[in-house]
């Protein structure tokens, strides 16, 4: 049984993990821009030993972003986005 001091701890460090993440986040991609949007190349997907090419997109200061399917990249992952007044839609893997 959790004690009141557990779930506390456990709120806190929540609370702190997702602070740190934000912040992280926040310093890769707010405030720039989608320079480029495509798929992996067969090659580059071949390099990560994935079996799955995503999207990928490059910001304007080099940065790439690539979906993958955890936090362990162990292959590569599609992307969720929803726009204002449409329903939920993917980008997904092919």
Known sequence: MKT????TNRQKRNQE???YWIRQSKRVLLGRFIKRVRYLTDEEMEL????K??????????TLCI????????DGGSLFYQQEGE????????
Do not use: A
Request: aromatic content about 6%; overall charge negative.
């Open 48 to 51: 990560m030993d994935w079996h």
């Open 4 to 7: 009141n001091m557990q779930e």
């Open 17 to 19: 993990l997702n602070t």
């Open 67 to 74: 979906p993958s399917m955890d936090d362990e990249g162990n």
């Open 87 to 94: 329903e939920l839609s993917v980008l997904p893997v092919i």
């Open 53 to 62: 090419r995503p999207i990928c997109f490059e910001l304007d200061n080099g």
